[in-house]
């Protein structure tokens, strides 16, 4: 797959669309969730959590790391292969971790006032906090030095068994008894637990923050390809130094569109 | 402050912290590109979208 759309000076008009609407319907959820919606009969005003919190763990669970292993799993298959995947897979991960932090904090002050305890080794909380150091390792072996197609392959491989983790976060509170509550849309029997204009701001919440994270995604994505490509410029003006410290010709064939080196045997000047 | 407050203040200042970042880094990167002399001049040409250049 081309780069072509995002290297160079382009900023494509529908991620700035998608953040405007990410930010507008961000800043109504807000409003109705505090404001306009009523208090819930049994949690009282605590109940506003919930237009923020489940949207904040839809995004960083499912969206953002099921993005990141359908990606791996495209990179990996000799077909589809290419770093337009990885680099996805890199962004969205990255992009993950940062609503799996937030899911962990929210869920922290929600949790505080209503079981009394800031953290419990519960099954959800537990395969929560052990997603997000899974893909805080995803991220640590992104950031060791190795040939391009080397790491892609490295983080694919990781993405995906940190992946597993996912179902289990989901179906914890199925399979263990734990103080955490069930699902409130996708359950079983897929029938919401949450009506009128609490059900109405909650789905304004997942849509939200769902257009936040694509463009976040977007960004970051453009982010991988100009460092990419900076990095291989700077290592491309390294080797022609060291190349003329030697006394060897510089290769001229531009670096691959791609943004990864081709490294080739310099030629001894005079040849 | 409610813990409800806190919730809110927490998750919205580090998204919006966040996206800055991401900002700030994008255009960093943009204007390295942009002062690195280009390897091949025909290179920037073709890799730019049609019309977006």
């Known amino acids: 797959m081309s780069d072509a759309p995002i290297v160079g000076r382009s900023r494509p008009v529908w ?14 959820t807000v409003w109705l969730g505090l404001w306009v919606t ?31 292993a ?27 971790v940062v609503f799996n932090a937030l899911t962990l904090a929210t869920g922290m002050l929600w949790g505080r006032p209503s079981w ?18 899974l893909f805080l390792g995803y991220l640590a072996l992104r950031r060791v030095p190795a040939d391009p197609e080397v790491r892609a392959k490295r983080c694919a491989v990781a993405g995906l068994i940190a992946f597993v983790d996912v179902p289990i976060v989901h179906f914890s509170v199925v399979w263990w008894q734990t103080l955490h509550q069930g699902a409130t849309v996708l359950n079983a029997d897929l029938s919401p637990t949450i009506h009128g204009s609490m059900a109405w701001t909650l ?24 460092a990419d490509r900076t990095g291989a410029e700077h290592l491309e003006i390294s080797l022609a130094e060291r190349w003329a410290e030697g006394g060897v010709a510089v290769p001229t064939a531009p670096a691959p569109s791609n943004g990864s080196v081709e490294l080739r045997p310099p030629s001894p000047v005079g040849q | 402050m409610s813990y409800v407050d806190a919730g809110y203040a927490v998750g ?38 049609p019309g977006e250049s």
């Not at chain 1, 005003?45 to 993005?67: D, E, K, S, T």
């Not at chain 1, 359908?70 to 993950?96: C, I, M, N, P, Q």
């Open chain 1, 70 to 96: 359908l990606s791996s799993l495209l990179y990996l298959w000799r077909r589809t292969r290419s770093l337009f995947w990885d680099r996805l897979a890199a962004a969205s991960v990255e992009v993950g």
């Open chain 2, 12 to 49: 919205l200042s580090v998204l919006f912290l966040y996206a800055i970042g991401l900002v700030l880094r994008r255009r960093s990167l943009e204007r390295r590109v942009d002062l690195a002399p280009p390897a091949d001049p025909g290179q920037r040409a073709t890799e730019a979208p």
């Open chain 1, 15 to 28: 991620v700035r669309v998608v953040g405007l609407a990410g930010l507008v319907t961000t800043a109504l």
């Open chain 1, 203 to 226: 789905l304004l919440g997942f849509v939200a923050l769902t257009l936040v994270f694509v463009w976040m995604v977007a960004v970051r994505y453009r982010i991988e390809v100009l």
């Open chain 1, 116 to 133: 009394g305890v800031w953290w419990t080794w519960d099954a959800r909380l537990t395969s929560t906090a052990l997603l997000l150091v």
């Open chain 1, 38 to 68: 009523p208090p819930d009969q049994k949690q009282g005003n605590l109940v506003r959590l919930v237009y923020l919190h489940p949207p904040i763990a839809w995004v960083a669970l499912y969206l953002a790391f099921g993005l990141a």
